[in-house]
């Protein structure tokens, strides 16, 4: 039997006390899960609007917030008489978004959580916050949500849209539901042509490739330059792992045990995803028999110990130095079935990257940086640190590496302004129906 748009709606509903069960269940390792329950089950009141004309930008986490950023900068001095809402799903996105918002001005953007899914949620967050036009990063489609967007005539977006072949295929399963959701949309602003065909596929209309936003997001300069100094005074190769998920720790632990002599005295560099997971990630290489220091203890290059063979990535807010710090990146991600994490930050920081066999939600980028040289893949944690270890044994071949990625990076930049190009015509539209209706 096909889930139908009643059934579902009628579910979102019934589903909300599992809702609250699943917060509790992350709030014993993450306890941000506790806060702002009123707006997560729309009990409270949302930010209301200002005599401003607003856009609203939905967030769902960590990575679709810093790819928010290069948009919202660009939104607000194209449009200065705006304001800006600014939701999320997770509390790491909400963090993220808490320093965008300082770093552009807390008197033109606010924040909350968008509201779970359900009929009774999604009209109360429309009716409070009166957006005039809403704009969703990437993957985050609720029928709900876009169902209501639509009885209100508010343009959507779904802007640096991604569609893996998988979650493609999760959508069609579901097609009475999510077919409408995605032919919702005003437009649709997709990373890739691969991305273009599928978005289509589910019912989405005026798809245009602009490429990804997150080529346009600029590295912290000062964390960089920090980096390049802790990386001269620590004189050993550092090797990085960037945005590790569960299981894939101790697959590197392994492999970076049998392989301690082709690296020679290479400190890794293991940022998890997963700010909860820190201590559990810290215990996984312990047990391997590999001595670990810690990010959050270590405050200068010289307090990091010369026979320290992992350095622990537990601060928030430093990739960009992360990133610089390694003269190599293995994304992690990709060494489960994850479908790999964000390879564009370490390929704009000229560092050549490692992907694994899993790249389902990077898949063009990640082609195309093959072919340019950016990036290597591997099969195993195994073959990927013996790849890092033939980078540290033929310098010249590294360097060609890096500045592979810098260049492939370059050329991947653009995106913002290619979006902005759509969104402005849809803006004005939407300022002009505004207009007829007050």
Avoid at 322 to 332: D, N
Avoid at 345 to 350: F, L, R, S
Avoid at 393 to 400: K, R, S
């Amino acid at each position: 039997m096909q889930l139908t748009p009643s059934m579902y709606r009628a579910i979102t509903v019934v589903a909300l006390p599992l809702a609250s069960l699943y917060l509790m269940w992350r709030s014993r390792r993450q306890p941000a899960y506790k806060k702002f329950w009123d707006e997560r089950f729309a009990w409270g009141t949302f930010p209301p609007r200002t005599s401003r004309p607003r856009v609203w930008v939905h967030a769902v986490s960590l990575g679709e917030t810093n790819a928010a950023r290069p948009l919202i900068e660009m939104m607000l001095k194209r449009w200065p008489e705006i304001d800006v809402l600014l939701t999320h799903m997770t509390p790491t996105g909400r963090e993220a978004g808490k320093k965008i918002v300082m770093a552009l001005g807390p008197e033109r953007i606010r924040q909350c959580y968008l509201p779970y899914d359900a009929p009774y949620a999604v009209e109360k967050f429309f009716r409070q916050t009166r957006p005039t036009m809403g704009v969703i990063m990437e993957t985050e489609v609720w029928p709900n949500l876009m169902r209501e967007a639509k009885r209100l005539d508010i343009p959507m977006v779904l802007a640096n849209a991604r569609e893996s072949a998988k979650s493609q295929r999760e959508a069609q399963k579901f097609h009475l539901v999510m077919r409408p959701a995605f032919e919702s949309f005003s437009a649709v602003l997709a990373q890739s042509e691969e991305d273009k065909v599928r978005l289509e596929s589910l019912g989405a209309q005026n798809v245009k490739v602009c490429g990804s936003v997150k080529f346009d997001i600029k590295p912290n300069l000062s964390q960089s330059a920090a980096a390049k100094s802790w990386r001269k005074t620590i004189g050993r190769p550092v090797l990085t792992i960037a945005s590790t998920r569960r299981g894939e720790e101790a697959r590197f632990a392994r492999a970076f045990v049998a392989k301690r002599d082709k690296l020679g005295n290479a400190l890794l560099l293991v940022v998890p995803r997963h700010p909860e997971r820190f201590d559990e990630v810290a215990q996984v290489f312990s047990e391997a028999g590999l001595k670990v220091c810690r990010r959050s203890s270590v405050l200068s290059p010289r307090e990091v110990p010369a026979d320290a063979d992992v350095l622990l990535g537990d601060s928030m807010g430093e990739m960009s130095f992360y990133c610089a710090l390694g003269a190599m990146t293995v994304m992690g991600g990709s060494f489960g079935d994850y479908g790999s994490q964000n390879v564009i930050e370490p390929a704009m920081a000229g560092t050549p990257v490692v992907v694994g066999p899993s790249i389902f939600n990077f898949e063009k980028i990640i082609r195309d940086g093959l072919k340019a040289g950016a990036m290597v893949q591997s099969a195993s944690a195994d073959e990927a640190l013996e790849q890092c270890s033939r980078w540290i044994d033929e310098p010249a071949e590294l360097e060609a590496a890096a500045r592979n990625a810098t260049v492939f990076a370059e050329e991947w930049s653009g995106a913002t302004a290619r979006m902005m190009k759509v969104l402005e015509d849809l803006w004005q539209t939407a300022r002009k129906r505004e207009s007829r209706m007050s």
